[in-house]
């Protein structure tokens, strides 16, 4: 083979080799290589970038970071809107936010039905509530005491208090969050979620953690039980414990 035939074959070779890597490697948009960056965060927004552009689910399963890497496939599920993603990929402590940015990401809470089960729709709803300060949101959830919905009920024990578990139903655990979002936040208006509330003992605590909370016993006249008002009372004069 003479010397040209061979020059031209090696720049053919040359041209397919780089329209392969332009065609078939994923293309970061800013040009850097992701991997190579320390700070998590940015390192995170880069993949997320690479993501937007080539919605290509093998670009996280190289990444050694497992939060990293959870992000990564989080990203690809919000960016595909697959909610399929999040089961498939995801580990078990970022699936359920996985879902729930994907129901953000849509901006409407008749959204959150798509999800796959009671305890996701439920937490979904929840963050509606809270996230539009409207807790009618609240009444799209069922009033079946299930067991799965934890609460604590204050009790007053030898000057001190304690707390025993109490169950409750969707309903009640996101009118629950809403009030105790308002405790959390310092808005004392959010006390009205707590009239809301369909079992008496979560009720209670609801209006107990807002007298505590404000120092306030006049919010205790809510109580109708006498023995739960006097003791709600007595706690909301205590010191604070924050």
């Known amino acids: 083979m003479d010397k040209k035939v061979l020059t031209i074959s090696v720049i053919i070779l040359i041209v397919l080799i780089i329209a392969g890597i332009y065609f078939f490697v994923p293309k970061n948009p800013s040009g850097q290589d992701c991997s190579i960056i320390d700070n998590a965060d940015a390192k995170i927004q880069c993949y997320k970038n690479l993501l937007e552009e080539t919605k290509d689910v093998s670009i996280c399963q190289d990444i050694d970071n497992g939060f990293i890497r959870d992000m990564c496939y989080s990203d690809f599920a919000l960016v595909t809107k697959d909610y399929s993603a999040c089961q498939t990929y995801v580990s078990s402590d970022w699936k359920e936010q996985c879902y729930i940015n994907i129901v953000d990401s849509k901006g409407n809470a ?3 039905e798509e999800l796959p089960n009671r305890d996701l729709i439920t937490f979904c709803y929840s963050s509606f509530a809270i996230k539009e300060n409207d807790n009618s949101f ?15 009920n204050i009790l007053l024990s030898d000057g001190g208090m304690t707390s025993e578990k109490i169950y409750g139903s969707e309903k009640d655990y996101c009118y629950y969050s809403f009030g105790d979002y308002g405790v959390r936040m310092l808005d004392k208006e959010k006390v009205s979620a707590c009239g809301n509330i369909e079992n008496t003992e979560i009720k209670n605590t609801c ?9 306030d016993d006049s919010i205790c006249n809510n109580i109708v039980d006498a023995n739960m008002k006097e003791e709600c009372i007595i706690i909301a004069n205590m010191p604070p414990v924050y």
């Open 138 to 152: 609240c009444e799209k959830l069922s009033s079946v005491q299930t067991g799965k919905y934890v609460f604590a």
């Open 207 to 215: 209006y107990i953690n807002f007298a505590q909370r404000f120092e």
């Open 110 to 112: 008749d959204s959150c």
